[in-house]
């Protein structure tokens, strides 16, 4: 531990098997990990699949948490848990168990061959955002320099009117 208090925000998603559960034991997995302290969890919201589009529904949900290590050590812990709960990489954007994405860790900006914060696609994706806009709609994305509600704003906006 490093002694860091960082707030951090973790994209979950899950369409196979019992979604429901699936969320609730990887949240359980998050609050209970040494020297991370669940803050908050989103409303469950069933969104249908993006990009690869022959497979049931997701349930998504975000999870705000303080934690004292670093992004590297917090991937550790989100791999760990998709490897708990059988996640499988078969086919890219496919149907998984869970899905465990860290979306933005404090005001940190990286981009390496292992982890890119904050997560590459979150602000045009409404399955992200409009979680994360229930529990932390003034967090500002570090990169597009808006709030998370703008962004979702943008979003609804941009699929109401094209």
């Known amino acids: 531990m490093s002694g860091i208090d960082v707030t951090t925000y973790i994209g979950l998603g899950s369409n196979i098997g019992n979604r429901e559960e699936n969320l609730n034991q990887a949240v359980d997995m998050l609050r209970n990990a040494v020297g991370i302290k669940v803050t908050a969890v989103s409303t469950y919201f069933n969104t249908a699949p993006v990009g690869y589009m022959e497979q049931p529904d997701f349930l998504n949900a ?24 059988k996640r499988e990489r078969i086919t890219h954007w496919g149907p998984r168990t869970i899905d465990v994405d860290i979306l933005i860790f404090g005001d940190l900006i990286l981009e390496d061959e292992m982890l890119i914060i904050p997560h590459p696609r979150m602000h045009e994706r409404e399955f992200v955002l409009k979680p994360l806009t229930e529990i932390a709609p003034g967090v500002i994305h570090p990169v ?13 906006l941009k699929s109401r009117y094209g």
């Open 62 to 85: 975000v999870v705000e948490a303080s934690i004292d290590f670093t992004a590297y050590e917090l991937l550790e812990l989100c791999r760990n848990i998709e490897k708990k709960l």
């Open 144 to 156: 597009c320099n808006k709030s998370i509600s703008e962004l979702y704003n943008e979003i609804l």
